[in-house]
């Protein structure tokens, strides 16, 4: 396999890009930092990004020690990631998922409160940066590496590349939010659901066939 591999960070990429959803997580953080300092917005960004990617990073390099632990095969593991991406495409295409992150940030945003409330854990860097779909994505990915550092390195970059995109939208939360509006988040977040159901797609079937022919 040649030391960089365009083909896999460019299925990477997406897929993380699609999963992670920088485009529709943005309103959410644009919202749940409404009103406060652009010292608190700048911290609450770096904060959130730093510990998704020490989440992720984990379940990279110790989930498939956790799966062996529960006697769980990655073929059937990768089978089970492409079903839970296909219903997170499924809620992103109806807007489910812009609703609970919407019905999240208001439970989260009381009334009444006087101090800026810290959201970098939860709800952003869990689940909304390294929820269900990011944790299965980075899983399956390194699971295929088949141990080859230059692939890993192409799969963590294609992850770090869309970190780094949610770090600059959430700086720039604000600004964007007023050019971009409503309509069109919306409509990229279902096409980008589109696409995500194919790719959740072609992980049942090698999970399947990887179970059968394995």
Same mark, same amino acid.
């Given at each position: 396999?040649?030391?960089?591999?365009?083909?896999?960070?460019?299925?990477?990429?997406?897929?993380?890009?699609?999963?992670?959803?920088?485009?529709?997580?943005?309103?959410?953080?644009?919202?749940?930092?409404?009103?406060?300092?652009?010292?608190?917005?700048? +911290?609450?960004?770096? +904060?959130?990004?730093?510990?998704?990617?020490?989440?992720? #990073?984990?379940?990279?390099?110790?989930? $498939?020690? #956790?799966?062996?632990?529960?006697?769980?095969? #990655?073929?059937?593991? &990768?089978?089970?990631?492409?079903?839970?991406?296909?219903?997170?495409?499924?809620?992103?295409?109806?807007? +489910?998922?812009?609703?609970?992150?919407?019905? &999240?940030?208001? +439970?989260?945003?009381?009334? !009444?409160?006087?101090?800026? $409330?810290?959201?970098?854990?939860?709800?952003?860097?869990?689940?909304?940066?390294?929820?269900?779909?990011?944790?299965?994505?980075?899983?399956?990915?390194?699971?295929?590496?088949?141990?080859?550092?230059?692939?890993? !390195?192409?799969?963590?970059?294609?992850?770090?590349?869309?970190?780094?995109?949610?770090?600059?939208?959430?700086?720039?939360?604000?600004?964007?939010?007023?050019?971009?509006?409503?309509?069109?988040?919306?409509?990229?977040?279902?096409?980008?659901?589109?696409?995500?159901?194919?790719?959740?797609?072609?992980?049942?079937?090698?999970?399947?066939?990887?179970? #059968?022919?394995?």
């Amino acid at each position: 396999m040649p030391a960089f591999d365009l083909a896999l960070l460019s299925a990477a990429f997406v897929t993380f890009f699609v999963v992670i959803d920088p485009i529709g997580v943005m309103p959410i953080f644009a919202g749940l930092t409404q009103g406060t300092s652009a010292a608190h917005r700048r +911290k609450m960004a770096i +904060k959130s990004v730093l510990i998704a990617t020490i989440i992720l #990073l984990g379940f990279a390099y110790g989930g $498939e020690w #956790l799966l062996s632990a529960l006697g769980v095969s #990655l073929d059937a593991f &990768r089978a089970a990631g492409g079903v839970l991406l296909f219903l997170l495409a499924l809620d992103m295409i109806f807007e +489910k998922r812009t609703e609970r992150r919407e019905d &999240r940030a208001g +439970k989260l945003h009381g009334e !009444g409160e006087s101090a800026p $409330e810290d959201i970098s854990v939860f709800p952003m860097a869990i689940p909304m940066l390294a929820g269900p779909g990011a944790i299965a994505s980075i899983m399956l990915y390194m699971s295929g590496s088949g141990g080859d550092w230059a692939t890993q !390195g192409v799969v963590l970059a294609a992850m770090a590349a869309n970190l780094i995109v949610c770090l600059v939208l959430f700086l720039a939360a604000g600004p964007l939010m007023r050019v971009m509006g409503d309509t069109v988040a919306a409509m990229i977040t279902r096409i980008l659901g589109v696409i995500l159901a194919a790719l959740a797609a072609q992980f049942i079937f090698d999970g399947i066939a990887g179970a #059968l022919l394995g």
